[in-house]
């Protein structure tokens, strides 16, 4: 079927429409990686109005950092990380991140409440919880291994390269 099929209803369409999903497959790769460095992957305006305009470089270098800092902290494929953080490139990198490793996502909105948040993290059983500054004392330290706050100084412990871990197509990379 070329990209230019005509269909002449929505149920013909869909029956002859067919995924081709290769057998290994790492979304990290795809939406992240496979992007020139030099051009732009986001505009970020915070809640001050500061805008912040980052490259698909930036966000290949920090995502290796986090995935790094994962495996200082004994993640493995297939280990949970969840995330309770504000949308910001730098919480777009840790998902890039966790996706390198070969671990499955967990993300929690900052506007969950405590009991929710709480809920899923024990549900869950991440090794580690990665959160900022403003949300770390909702989190109770004892239903993970490992809390990290992302900021300058954990990003500054990894390295920007990382060996981007071969997953099957079929690997889960997210919870929700």
Known sequence: MS???????YEQAREQHRWEVPARYNIALDVCDRHPRDKLAMIHEDFRGRIQ????GELQDDSNRFANVLRAHGVEQGDRVAMLLPPTPETAAAFFGVWKAG????????LYGDEGIRHRVRDSQPRVLLT??????????????HVLILDDELLGRGSTTFEVVDTDAGDPAQLY
Not at 132 to 145: S, W
């Open 103 to 110: 671990a499955i996502l967990l993300s929690m909105s900052v």
């Open 132 to 145: 900022n500054q403003a949300n770390a004392d909702r989190i109770e330290r004892d239903l993970v291994e």
């Open 53 to 56: 305009e980052v490259s698909w």
């Open 3 to 9: 990209s230019t099929t005509t269909f002449s209803s």
